[in-house]
């Protein structure tokens, strides 16, 4: 289609739709002196200036009396038609009514005006109760509202899909949205819906109530001294809010004190009046835990307020316990760790010593027997071999040899059956490539963030040798009950991550858990992600703009890294990228990982090529590396947010539409997202050129001109 074709056809498009907009119902029968009659909204005005009005007003019909005055209405023809409308005096081809008749015209509004004054209330850590008023203009009956609830700040460190409920119109204005993430900030939007259409959301923004940190890892003890006793702890870990505060609490041997999220413990003279066998001995803000990490409980110091008093009388074989505090505002929430048990004798280190040399003892013994053990498997297999080299010396050169089958090498475990080999053969290659992690060292949390092709996902953390612990994305695969295809599919997607698992900027492999009946694949977990961090940017948190092009120039090293291994990221957006707490980028998606993504509709990243094909190449993923970096210029803003439908948005890329130039982006840098748009493929620019995207000068971000609309990008 020639570009004058093209114009051409936009503007019939264009007539078309005002010209249903402006249809006319007919002329009915009305006085000006009707006190039913609304009042009017317009004096001297046009017939498109009064459907455009009314439209504005969400009423689905204009009407124009005695050529002079515009009302909106929701219906008409109450008294019945007229013959008595006259022809406008400034456009003689529409009636503009006259005194006792009104021309009535459609204003091609369909759904309900939004609905009103939306209040926003906490109920428990994951629900919010929300209470609106209906629409002023219904257009007829609203048969349902859908609360839609889009997370705009978290302290998670997954990402969080929305969270939707519908209600049936007329019977209620209020609900409880439940399974939200506590501590998190939502934007709640409402959209009343009528037989013919939906109304504009509405909305309202408020956070969950913050939940009780991750328990505690309890402290190791370290050395006792005589009035002392010396832990290692361990930083605390928090998805449901922040992390204030840490505190050490000293517990007499043999009590059981009250824990729970709201219990407070009192500092030891305080305790000591109220005869209590439990206290508070030192607190400490999060910024100073390396300074506390080896804690000397009973040194004698003022720490946070609290007197570290020395352990003496019925405190000196105590127990030592962390907790952990969240606050925000007046909220807080405590999490307590096991006891740590201190009591330490000298008899108890004799028999420790008696005992460490009979367990070298028997050691010793066993690595003995060991030897020999292997020593005699070894003879028995160079006899066996002699013995049957000799017997195939000893057949006739003549004598035929049939074999009645195929022949397989069986050891002495038996023929293992065709079906269940790759499963054994996996496991073999898992243990030599990547960790295998003790199911005491995986703490996997309950809350499903997501439902994967082969399992559920959710978040938890792994303990390492060292004693730290480190926030993880946790696959639960019941593998054993998965089909054979589904199970070569998994191991296909799980190989793509163990191959590029050691790449700086991937969210790689972190190791892999196996029981009896489950397979837990566990990922590295961004605290960040990128999406989420451009737009709290626009809430005034601080977001590093001179890092925009080196973090964009180590995304393109790790889809390059992707590229050399043959494999092609197929959900590249700024929900997809990680982000470490020094602005590092953590590329996420790729291989089994995709499964743990938020549910993003990923049309506005699909390059032109791949809207009618399944199979994604590299230059496709060219296309979306460029929607990516102008999401990121943008602030996280909704690419082509002019464009509803995902239908829409492929016809407008199809037709040449492109993603427009902001207005801090320098040239050069719009040229490079220009040239990653190109028709052809093959003259899109490689992930090469890309990585020096940060030899350019990027102008500092002072406009924010691009909207973000959640339920444009979201599932």
């Not at 739709?17 to 039913?36: D, I, R, T």
């Not at 000298?346 to 020999?372: P, Q």
């Not at 269940?420 to 005491?440: A, M, T």
């Amino acid at each position: 289609m020639s570009e004058m074709s093209a114009i051409a056809f936009l503007l019939f498009l264009y007539g078309v739709y005002f010209a249903c907009a402006e249809k006319y119902e007919g002329c009915f029968s009305n006085n000006a002196l009707n006190p039913e009659l609304p009042s009017p909204v317009l004096e001297y005005t046009s017939v498109s200036e009064c459907t455009k009005k009314c439209r504005s007003h969400y009423y689905m019909f204009a009407g124009l009396m005695n050529g002079q005055k515009c009302y909106c209405i929701s219906r008409f023809g109450q008294n019945g038609p007229s013959n008595g409308c006259d022809h406008c005096i400034d456009d003689p081809t529409n009636y503009c009514g006259s005194f006792a008749a009104m021309s009535v015209y459609a204003t091609g509004q369909q759904g309900p005006s939004p609905p009103r004054r939306i209040e926003v209330t906490r109920d428990d850590i994951d629900a919010l109760v929300i209470t609106w008023q209906p629409p002023d203009i219904p257009n007829g009956n609203v048969t349902f509202y859908t609360v839609r609830a889009v997370v705009v700040k978290t302290h998670a460190s997954n990402v969080l899909p929305p969270v939707e409920s519908q209600i049936q119109g007329g019977v209620s204005n209020s609900t409880i949205l439940r399974g939200l993430q506590p501590g998190t900030k939502y934007n709640i939007s409402i959209v009343a819906s009528n037989t013919q259409g939906l109304s504009e959301p509405a909305y309202a923004v408020e956070w969950t109530l913050i939940g009780p940190p991750d328990k505690p890892v309890t402290p190791e003890v370290l050395e006792r001294g005589d009035s002392t006793i010396t832990v290692m702890l361990t930083e605390g870990h928090s998805e449901y809010g922040p992390i204030s505060a840490y505190q050490v609490v000293v517990v007499q041997t043999g009590t059981i004190p009250p824990i729970g999220p709201h219990v407070e413990y009192l500092n030891y003279e305080s305790a000591s009046k109220q005869g209590l066998n439990y206290y508070v001995t030192a607190q400490f803000d999060p910024s100073d835990f390396h300074k506390y990490k080896r804690f000397i409980v009973g040194d004698g110091k003022m720490i946070g307020g609290y007197y570290n008093i020395p352990l003496k009388n019925h405190f000196v074989s105590a127990q030592v316990g962390q907790v952990v505090i969240s606050r925000v505002g007046e909220e807080i929430q405590r999490s307590y760790s096991d006891l740590a048990n201190n009591m330490f004798n000298r008899e108890a280190t004799a028999t420790g010593s008696h005992m460490d040399s009979t367990a070298l003892a028997l050691c010793i013994a066993i690595t003995i027997l060991s030897i020999l053990l292997a020593v005699s498997i070894f003879l028995y297999f160079v006899l066996r071999r002699r013995h049957e080299r000799f017997n195939m010396r000893k057949l006739p050169e003549q004598q035929e040899l049939t074999l009645q089958g195929p022949v397989y090498e069986v050891d002495n475990m038996g023929y293992i059956p065709e079906d269940i080999p790759e499963r054994v053969n996996h496991y073999q290659e898992l243990k030599r490539k990547v960790w295998s992690i003790p199911r005491n060292s995986l703490s996997v949390d309950s809350f499903v963030v997501r439902r994967g092709r082969f399992g559920s996902v959710h978040t938890g953390t792994v303990s390492k040798d060292d004693g730290s612990s480190s926030p993880v994305t946790i696959h639960t695969i019941a593998d054993g009950a998965l089909k054979g295809s589904d199970k070569r599919h998994m191991l296909r997607e799980l190989d793509v991550c163990i191959r590029t698992s050691s790449m700086k900027y991937l969210a790689g492999l972190v190791g892999t858990c196996e029981t009896s009946d489950t397979l837990y694949v566990v990922l590295e977990s961004p605290p960040h992600i990128l999406k989420s961090r451009l737009l709290g940017a626009r809430s005034g948190d601080a977001f590093p703009t001179d890092r925009i092009l080196s973090i964009s120039t180590s995304i393109a090293v790790a889809l390059q890294y992707l590229a050399d291994y043959k494999i092609v990221h197929t959900h590249l957006c700024a929900r997809s990228v990680g982000l470490t707490n020094d602005w590092t980028p953590k590329l996420m998606g790729h291989g089994i990982a995709k499964y743990a993504l938020e549910d993003v509709k990923y049309t506005r990243w699909t390059a032109i090529e791949c809207f009618d094909r399944q199979k994604k190449h590299q230059p496709g993923v060219i296309w979306s590396f460029g929607v990516l970096l102008w999401e990121i210029l943008s602030m996280g803003g909704t690419p082509y947010s002019n464009l509803t439908l995902d239908s829409e948005v492929e016809e407008a890329v199809t037709r040449g539409v492109r993603l427009p130039q902001l207005l801090d982006v320098p040239d050069p840098i719009y040229e490079v997202m220009s040239s990653c748009w190109r028709d052809d493929p093959e003259e899109r620019p490689t992930f090469d050129e890309l990585t020096r995207l940060d030899t350019l000068t990027m102008c500092p971000i002072t406009a924010i001109t691009e909207p973000y609309l959640p339920e444009l990008e979201l599932n």
